[in-house]
């Protein structure tokens, strides 16, 4: 009988130790958690097209819990020259900088992270000629990576960038709207 009851004890003990252990990794993964990478692309790319005041301070405050929810420099210093420019009204280009600093800085965490460089590349540098190597080799890629995905709306969205041939005035809506398709 008393071998009973300390087998019970020792199994109890077990049971007790095993709980306390997974609740301490769950504890551990819930307060480091990932770093909010999409959030942060897909909040951007809602800033770029938000046009009320009311939003554009919701999406700009949820940002900046974004960036420092990240917890990197990169991002951080990217995020601080784009608040410079937000009251004015940013260029695009300061919009698609802060996407691809945050891709860059989190590039391991982020499967589609290549593609969304390269689309980026195709973005910065269509118009100049002095970039056509790195831009003819973005857009190949691209193109490569986006047919690889088998993804209809990503390339039909792509299709349209790629035959607005970088004049159409939609050029960095589509952009954006390709971003976003990716990140979702």
């Known amino acids: 009988m008393s071998v009973q009851r300390g087998f019970g004890s020792i199994i109890a003990a077990i049971i007790g130790i095993v709980i306390l252990a997974v609740t301490v990794v769950i504890i551990v993964k819930v307060m480091t ?23 554009r301070a919701n999406l700009i405050t949820d940002l900046d819990d974004l960036v420092v929810e990240a917890n990197n420099d990169d991002v951080k210093e990217q995020w601080d020259r784009m608040t410079q420019c ?81 004049v159409c005035p939609e050029k960095n809506s589509l952009y954006f709207e390709l971003i976003g398709a990716i990140v979702q």
Do not use: H
């Open 86 to 166: 937000l009251a004015a009204g940013c260029p695009d280009e300061a919009y698609l900088d802060m996407i691809l600093v945050t891709v860059a800085a989190f590039e391991q965490d982020i499967p589609e992270s290549a593609l969304l460089i390269n689309i980026i590349a195709t973005a910065k540098y269509w118009d100049k000629p002095e970039n056509l190597l790195d831009f003819s080799k973005a857009l190949s890629i691209a193109n490569e990576q986006i047919q690889s995905l088998d993804n209809r709306k990503i390339e039909k969205i792509w299709t349209q960038i790629v035959e607005c041939n970088g």
């Open 33 to 55: 958690g990932e770093p909010p990478i999409k959030a942060i692309i897909y909040k951007t790319s809602e800033l770029r097209r938000a046009t009320a005041p009311l939003e």
